[in-house]
């Protein structure tokens, strides 16, 4: 009972306790040395200080000026110390900042974030040198069995930057789906039509990137719904429709080119194949198509159910199409020419499906196929992707939406890492950490290694990665935000939380690492002051996890934020960190204070 009285006594104390710890001595050292020891730092001093120390590509005061006034006008919005926006821009103009100020001002992610906030990777190359932000079954709101289809989901990953899209087609007898309708075949799902779809997608489809965004069509209709959808497609998406100029490209078109367009990938319904193959066996040394690989992989009760409905939603089949009709080519002739990135044949050897061709093409295969083929034919992959488009989605035992570490994909210079966009975990925040780079517009250049052959002809070999080339140094001085977006009960019910954070290195396995501060007790406001050091030999494919708990004893540490970031594109400095919630939503205030320093070895 007495504890229990001091434990309440406590936190009637601190719940409302806004102190916060001395300032870190590297952020006392820089002021000092920028203001030349006195109390304020002037305009002429924090522009020495941004161009010097931060790196950043300013030259005037009036330079300047623009990005300050903004943030004083916004008032000290990431710290707990509320001064009015009047009174910081009056002492900003006479007399400088405060190292308090100072500290507010380093805070403030919309001008001193972590990422450059532009395109700067060059886009005029082949789409097939691009990592491109791909989900799958962009339709469902939920798990790949009985879940709601809807525009809704395709809207949200747009506003997120997605550029892959991917819309089941199939054949419908209700007028409320224009004859054709999305959903997810031979399960529960319920459908949408396809016009409310393409409707969206028109609408959003550069709300967050002008980059290109690419539809990726599972196509079950047969060939009079062929000309229905084509109709369709022209009429809604008018001039944005991207319309190849040939049916035999020998290399992809830039992004750069394509920007402001949509573009069809599918398997011309030229090599349509009759529905009723699809309940055949598989032939052996064919690649299944995701339909079937799902059927393969479900458990038997759920295999059983997927084959109930056979009227009902399918999965990605883009390596056979289907028709209850024989092709009418006459009919499928004005489909046919809306599609720019044709699908490849399923049919033969691993190795002869990675063959490169005169040709360009797109392959899809199942994360299991890829595993496989990874471990003996990697360099064959890693050729392959050089000149053509490859496609990885999910193996069919994730039922719930899950996803894929895309890592493995990456490696191997697979463009389409198809995720589950609604199946939030650590693999859709590693995927959401590529997809920062770039200026989040979609597509990510990939590294020279992954895109060009070796004087012998050889290619990058993931197993065997180079000696370091980097060194990262990540130092976590404090955080602040969470007395603003939580409630003070929200970790510990009698004390203020107890903070760590976590640092660790995704990549390749030689590159991946974990650290973590100590653990700051009963406070809002921490104060680490710790540095890690990651030694790196693939920094082009490196990301940086960053993740604060609740120190709680005897049971699982309480979630306090976290963010993935591109360590290829980090910017050195003091850097404000935003944070995020588990499902990727940016908090208002929730902050991290850190420094990055990025040092390249010299070649020997």
Known sequence: ?????????????????????????????????????????????????????????????????????????????????????????????????????????????????????EVHHDMDAPLSHYFMYTGHNSYLTGNQLTSESSDEPIIEALKQGVRVIELDLWPSKSSNNDGIKVVHGRTFTTSVPVSKCLQSIKDYAFHKSDYPVILT???????????????????????????????????FPSPESLKKRIIISTKPPKECRQSAIISKPVPNGREPSEEESRGLELPSSVAKLKTEDRNSSDEDQEDVNTSDNKPNQQDARQYKHLIAIHGGKSKGSMKNRLKDDIKVRRLSLSEKKLKSASESHGADLIRFTQRNILRVFPKGERVQSSNFRPYLGWLYGVQMVAFNMQGHGKSLRLMRGMFKANGGCGYVKKPEFLIRTLPHEEVFDPKKPPSVKQILKVKVYKGDGWSL??????????SPPDFYTEVSIVGVPADCDKNKTRVKTDTWYPVWDEEFEFKLRVPELALLRIEVKDKDKGKKDDFAGQTCLPISELRNGFRSVPLYDRKGKKYKSVTLLMRFKLETLNKL
């Open 485 to 494: 977006d939580f409630s003070p009960t929200d970790f510990d019910r009698f």
């Open 1 to 117: 009972m007495e504890t229990c009285i001091i434990k309440v006594l406590n936190f009637s104390t601190k719940k409302g306790d806004v102190y916060k710890a001395e300032p870190p001595l590297d952020l006392k050292e820089a002021f000092s040395k920028f203001a030349r020891g006195e109390n304020q730092m002037k305009k002429d001093q924090l522009l020495r200080f941004m161009v010097e120390h931060q790196g950043e590509n300013i030259s005037t005061i009036e330079d300047l000026d623009k990005i300050v006034e903004k943030f004083l006008q916004l008032g000290s919005s990431c710290s707990s110390t509320k001064t009015s926006s009047t009174r910081i821009v009056d002492v900003y103009r006479k007399q400088g900042l405060s190292l308090n100020d100072f500290i507010d001002f380093l805070l403030l992610g919309d001008f001193n974030g972590p990422l450059k906030d």
């Open 217 to 251: 069509l599972e196509d079950h209709l047969t060939p009079k719904h062929h000309d229905k959808f084509a109709k369709m497609a022209t009429e809604i998406f008018g001039e944005t429709l991207y319309f190849p100029e040939t049916d035999h490209l020998t290399e």
